[in-house]
């Protein structure tokens, strides 16, 4: 499965964000889906996730009630609406792909690239 994330840019503090990430390969339904995220200097943390059916949906406390996750698997496509954002959101996004699903990055063997979020205050 190969990733492409996109959808970041520069957003004022309240605003929104819609992010997106693009999958290849044929078994992309398979999958439970998840995004992260890496401020600069900070380590990588757990933003989201989605189970292959969409049956169930996990996120981080920081983002609980400003963020939904959702996917489309008939487009193989996965997205990360973001409202309400707040400085202390900017970072790198990753989209990632796994067998099983959880908090770990440990769980999800395929990544995006990333792409930047940036909220101004």
């Known amino acids: 499965v190969q990733l492409q994330a996109s959808g970041g840019g520069l957003v004022q503090a309240g605003g929104s964000l819609r992010l997106s990430c693009a999958a290849s390969g044929r078994t992309f339904s398979s999958y439970a889906m998840g995004w992260f995220r890496q401020a600069q200097g900070k380590e990588r943390e757990f933003v989201a996730a989605i189970t292959w059916s969409s049956s169930l949906t996990m996120y981080a406390d920081s983002v609980k009630g400003r963020f939904t996750i959702s996917r489309d698997n008939a487009k193989n496509a996965v997205a990360l609406q973001m409202n309400s954002l707040k400085p202390e959101d900017t970072a790198v996004y990753y989209c990632?792909?796994?067998?099983?699903?959880?908090?770990?990055?440990?769980?999800?063997?395929?990544w995006g690239q990333g792409t930047q979020v940036t909220v101004s205050s």
């Open positions: 990632a792909a796994g067998e099983g699903w959880g908090r770990s990055s440990n769980w999800y063997r395929y």
